[in-house]
């Protein structure tokens, strides 16, 4: 499948976007994902649950304790991608960044063209245009569901390296699940007022 000029821009702009953004675990800060076996001993994920549980949910609060701890489960690694994302020059003009749930249970980030997605409610993925981007910062994987496996090659818009067990069941998931916009409090504290 060709795709226009533009649309091949968009979708590479928003490559480069994940990409950025996932570097902060991998290279900056090297926060793990909680619940890959192999990732975090039975020790450590006790003594960091216990330090979570004591911690409102917001965007700020989940930037922090993920940075503190070093690891985070999927909802706090959604929250740091989404505010990556969203605050990405390279997306402003055309895209609309959203945090999502599958099944109301695991959370990913849709980059989207704009104002697509947001009144749909429950949606799938084929739903949404060619050039929507799903990013799981919990398996640090990025792809474009809704192309077929030879546009990504004709326009390098593929990942280099061979799909985790955990990278293909999440795709697997997000293309045949049922989707919903996840609002997260984003300057919330324990108290409710602004952080």
């Known amino acids: 499948m060709l795709l226009p ?7 590479h702009n ?14 900056i800060k090297q926060i793990r994902s909680s619940n890959i076996p192999g990732e975090l001993s039975v020790k450590d994920t006790n003594i960091i649950q216990a330090y979570r549980n004591n911690n409102p949910s917001s965007v700020i609060r989940s930037f922090s304790d993920a940075a503190t ?11 740091i991608i989404y505010s990556s994302l969203y605050s990405n020059p390279r997306l402003y ?21 704009k104002f697509i997605a947001r ?10 245009s060619l050039e929507t981007m799903i990013v799981d910062a919990w398996t640090r994987d990025w792809y ?3 192309i077929d496996t030879h ?28 989707m919903s916009i996840h609002q997260m409090d984003i300057l919330a504290d324990p108290q409710g007022g602004p952080y």
Request: proline content about 2%; some cysteine; charged content about 20%.
């Open 93 to 113: 003009h055309n895209s609309d960044v959203m945090m999502c749930r599958i099944n109301n249970d695991y959370g990913v980030v849709i980059v989207t063209n």
């Open 151 to 178: 546009t990504e090659h004709i326009y390098n818009l593929r990942k280099e390296q061979i799909l985790t067990p955990w990278q293909r069941d999440m795709r697997s998931q997000c293309k045949t699940s049922r």
């Open 5 to 11: 000029v533009q649309n091949a821009k968009t979708m």
């Open 144 to 146: 474009f569901p809704n």
């Open 14 to 27: 928003r490559k480069n976007a994940a990409l950025s953004s996932l570097k902060f675990f991998t290279d």
């Open 69 to 79: 701890t070093g690891v985070g489960n999927c909802k706090e690694l959604i929250a």
């Open 119 to 128: 009144h749909m409610g429950s949606f799938k993925i084929s739903d949404l």
